[in-house]
């Protein structure tokens, strides 16, 4: 240990003992002062004049239980679903991948025929893009169709990848 950790050191112990020594000290006085019982007190004890109340606890009814007002019927919801898909769409999962030396928008899956031209749809936003199918790639797990990075930027975040999307041609 150099010299100035050494004061350093030196001067915590010192700073320490002394706050201690201050709180034990004071806290000491405050204890003697709260122990000694003022003269006529009316401290409540065995043999004391006044005697303990007498009324007993009864709580009120909750205001949920005691059948008031009148109690609200489940109702059904009505929930709208999309049409379901034709030949010539499917629902399903995109990412993304650059396609190196694509020169239109490309992207790729295994169930459109090579060339055709895809609308992609994202179903969180309604945001679309179209695309043509080219290069089988190979597609990653789950992944319904891959879309080329640049393009996928206008449906969604790259960073929400794989979206749900419906596919149509």
Do not use: H
Request: aromatic share 8%; glycine share 10%.
């Amino acid at each position: 240990m150099n010299r100035y950790d050494r004061r350093r050191m030196t001067a915590a112990t010192i700073f320490t003992v002394a706050a201690l020594s201050a709180v034990w000290f004071f806290n000491r006085e405050a204890e003697q002062a709260s122990s000694a019982q003022p003269s006529g007190s009316s401290v409540v004890g065995a043999g004391s004049e006044t005697a303990p109340p007498t009324s007993e606890y009864v709580p009120a009814v909750p205001g949920f239980v005691d059948g008031g007002g009148l109690a609200v019927q489940p109702q059904t919801v009505g929930i709208l679903i999309g049409a379901s898909p034709t030949g010539n769409q499917f629902n399903g999962w995109a990412s993304f991948q650059y396609f190196r030396g694509a020169t239109m928008s490309a992207c790729t899956t295994n169930r459109v025929a090579l060339g055709t031209i895809i609308t992609v749809t994202n179903l969180d936003n309604g945001q679309s893009i179209q695309c043509v199918n080219s290069i089988g790639k190979g597609l990653p797990p789950a992944v319904d169709i891959v879309v080329d990075t640049q393009v996928f930027g206008q449906l969604s975040n790259l960073s929400d990848a794989p979206i749900p999307v419906r596919v149509t041609w």
